[in-house]
């Protein structure tokens, strides 16, 4: 339900857009902005790492490891959710996803915890 799109190659210190969309209108019940939503990565054999969420009050959070490299963004009013990564670096090589759910309130938005996601976008950064 969710698509994700933008990654590529690129090499150490370069950057990327990734976007995400809804495919259609059934995952958003409810208003997009009610909806917790971040971006997660995983490599081959790795674990999932959560990297960044915004939560329904704007409110955002950051991974240490992307901190200051990475920005999260939501437009309510096209229903899409944007990463811009900066000062991209090897290991930061991965499958990217999107991923989103309901809340009822604020304060709840743990990327990791979210139930929607889509088929992701790979990241290659080459140093």
């Known amino acids: 339900h969710l698509v994700e799109s933008g990654g590529g190659s690129v090499q150490a210190g370069g950057s990327l857009r990734l976007s995400c969309a809804a495919s259609?209108?059934?995952?958003?019940?409810?208003?997009?902005?009610?909806?917790?939503m971040g971006w997660f990565r995983q490599s081959p054999g790795g674990r999932r790492e959560g990297l960044t969420s915004?939560?329904?009050?704007?409110?955002?959070v950051y991974a240490d490891s992307v901190k200051g490299r990475f920005t999260i963004s939501k437009d309510n009013t096209k229903g899409t959710l944007s990463l811009l990564l900066n000062s991209l670096k090897p290991e930061d090589t991965a499958m990217y996803y999107c991923?989103?759910?309901?809340?009822?309130?604020?304060?709840?938005?743990?990327?990791?915890?979210?139930?929607?996601w889509g088929q992701g976008t790979q990241v290659t950064v080459s140093s």
């Open positions: 259609d209108d059934t995952i958003y019940d409810y208003s997009i902005s009610d909806y917790c």
């Open positions: 991923a989103a759910e309901y809340r009822s309130r604020a304060g709840l938005c743990d990327v990791v915890k979210l139930g929607y």
């Open positions: 915004i939560d329904i009050d704007g409110a955002t």
